[in-house]
């Protein structure tokens, strides 16, 4: 997702084995994750020589709580039973992280992933 913010502004396609050079994963298993993306409504992908992905919308409208959510919507979620003599404190303790974890991830927009601090430096 921070290879497609970054190539936004130009709205110009990125192929699947760019992205999966730059982020150094397979890309069978890259593949898997932009159609999940894709199914969530956060990119847009089109096939073909020319083809590619692209984000379906702006990197500042994008949090990481929404690709969490698109990629694996599980993680999130509390499954903690309140079995037994400490299952309800455990419950409660892991529905409060969850919380926290999500108000986090919704507060991180895609665009802070691709802030320019990399940017080259010329000495004169």
Do not use: C
């Amino acid at each position: 997702m921070a290879q497609l913010a970054r190539r936004h502004p130009e709205r110009t396609l990125t192929r699947l084995d760019e992205l999966a050079q730059r982020e150094a994963v397979s890309s069978s298993f890259l593949v898997q994750i932009l159609n999940d993306l894709r199914r969530g409504g956060l990119i847009e992908s089109k096939r073909g020589k020319a083809g590619g992905y692209l984000l379906a919308r702006e990197p500042e409208t994008v949090s990481l709580l929404d690709i969490v959510e698109a990629v694996d919507p599980s993680l999130l979620t509390n499954s903690t039973r309140g079995d037994g003599e400490s299952g309800e404190g455990v419950r409660r303790a892991w529905q409060g992280i969850a919380g926290a974890t999500r108000e986090q991830l919704a507060g991180i927009p895609l665009k802070h992933l691709i802030a320019r601090g990399d940017a080259p430096m010329y000495y004169i």
